[in-house]
């Protein structure tokens, strides 16, 4: 639950910002944030309205939105499209993986064996 509502929306928008910066494109954290809102309400309205046709008009409608908001050309905008969604997985991959790492510490922490009486020092 708190996966889908807080660090999967923030990942997708820091994975926008990140993949705008590192391909010249003007933007800053709030120009992210309401583009990356527009682009969700937009190809969900496209995709739930419209089967596969949904699908591509989604997609060149978040291709221009990218275009006109961050300034870039048609391949750049498409090139973020693609290192956005390699630099998200990269974000949950990490976040899972610290989260995993946290999770066996803690583990390992609260069941240590000095916490036990036959443990001899």
């Known amino acids: ?3 889908s509502l807080i660090v999967m929306p923030f990942a997708s928008f820091f994975s926008l910002h990140i993949a705008v910066k590192l391909l010249g494109g003007r933007t800053n954290l709030i120009k992210t944030l ?3 809102i527009l682009t969700s309400i937009t190809y969900f ?3 739930s309205f419209f089967d596969f046709f949904g699908l591509l008009i989604g997609f060149i409608v978040l291709i221009i939105i990218y275009r006109k908001m961050f300034y870039l050309n048609w391949y750049y ?3 973020v499209w693609i290192l956005q969604i390699i630099v998200y997985y990269l974000l949950l991959l ?3 993986g610290i989260l995993i790492v946290l999770f066996i510490l803690i583990f390992l ?3 240590s064996f ?3 009486y036959w443990y001899a020092e």
């Open 77 to 79: 905008s498409f090139l």
């Open 34 to 36: 309401i583009v990356s």
């Open 109 to 111: 922490y609260l069941f």
């Open 1 to 3: 639950m708190i996966m």
């Open 94 to 96: 990490l976040f899972w």
């Open 45 to 47: 309205f496209f995709t």
């Open 114 to 116: 000095k916490d036990f």
